[in-house]
């Protein structure tokens, strides 16, 4: 923890020494940035509207990781869970909130399962690694989903513009306190608890956890490491398709091109930043959250591009990662 707190305060040094060399003031800079994201209702309301997917698209990477998997595929896995919930949202008919939600969230769940899916058996059919296709499979959705807007989906009333149409009521997810902030956010403290639980107190995640640590010697004790990587990799991604759903019913209210801007890769470095721990992955994302929100008001307060933000990411990953302990550098 010390050293993660020192990485991250060097992280914000350094980046108040790329202020001033741009000619911005960082004191004023920072001000304005804590002010309007940790020192306001709304600025930590926004913080955890970006939460919900950075942390459901983490626990896309985080769970694979335990066994031995890299999935950088949780951008794509996320536009195919917003793609499967929009479609239940405007084709199933259900007009009851109670009925619509939980249908969207498993419809949700289980098209990135499915496109997770996909990775997993080119891994085990044709001995692709899954850090190459999950990462190719995220263009693929990507245009998938604007197959679907700019064709069959498109909101013909839409002036033009590439999006469905609104969804009704019943499948948007009810704002928490007049702001944007919504009940989608039991989604992501439901699988942190799920999956903590599941990987520190059964066997399931027992086996998990040793089939990453050598998926030989695994083999050897008896257990199935074929199934469990088959699973790893399809619970990962569907609860990166979550936050899709999370994404559209809670926010868009529509399904658009362009609709995650970079969520799905947010997720992967805040689990990486967390060691793949699913409580500490909560820390990082409300860090990467706050940066983010307090990245959008730098580029309309100092004028600032939007590119800095991920500059102060990086600074952040790289300086966490690099005074970590080399025993603690593996999940």
Not at 203 to 227: E, H, L
């Amino acid at each position: 923890m010390v050293r993660s707190l020192a990485g991250i305060a060097i992280a914000f040094v350094l980046f108040g020494l790329f202020l001033s060399l741009t000619g911005r003031n960082p004191l004023n800079a920072y001000l304005r940035f804590f002010g309007g994201t940790l020192g306001s209702a709304v600025g930590l309301s926004e913080v955890g509207v970006r939460m919900i997917p950075i942390i459901l698209t983490g626990l896309g990477a985080a769970i694979p990781a335990r066994i031995g998997l890299i999935n950088v595929g949780a951008e794509g896995q996320l536009y195919i869970g917003a793609w499967a919930a929009t479609g239940v949202a405007l084709f199933s008919g259900i007009d009851q909130i109670w009925l619509m939600i939980p249908a969207m969230a498993l419809a949700g769940f289980l098209g990135g399962a499915l496109w997770g899916g996909l990775a997993i058996v080119l891994r085990s059919t044709r001995g692709v690694n899954e850090v190459i296709s999950t990462l190719l499979l995220n263009f693929v959705a990507i245009l998938l989903v604007n197959v679907f807007v700019f064709g069959p989906w498109k909101n013909s009333q839409g002036f033009g513009y590439p999006y469905t149409p609104d969804f009704g009521s019943a499948a948007i997810l009810p704002a928490i306190g007049g702001t944007r902030l919504h009940l989608g956010l039991v989604l992501p403290v439901i699988a942190v608890v799920v999956v903590y639980l599941v990987l520190n107190r059964t066997s399931w995640g027992f086996n998990m956890r040793a089939i990453g640590g050598n998926d030989a010697a695994s083999r050897r004790r008896g257990i199935p490491v074929a199934r469990y990587l088959v699973l790893g990799m399809l619970v990962g991604a569907g609860v990166a398709g979550l936050a899709g759903m999370a994404e559209v019913s809670g926010i868009q209210h529509h399904l658009r091109p362009g609709i995650s801007n970079n969520l799905g890769l947010l997720g992967f470095l805040a689990s990486w930043l967390a060691g793949h721990n699913p409580l500490t992955l909560i820390g990082t994302s409300f860090l990467i959250a706050a940066i983010m929100v307090g990245g959008d008001l730098l580029q309309i307060g100092a004028n600032l591009p939007s590119a800095a933000t991920f500059i102060l990411i990086g600074l952040v990953l790289f300086l966490v990662l690099g005074m970590r302990r080399k025993d603690l550098a593996t999940p």
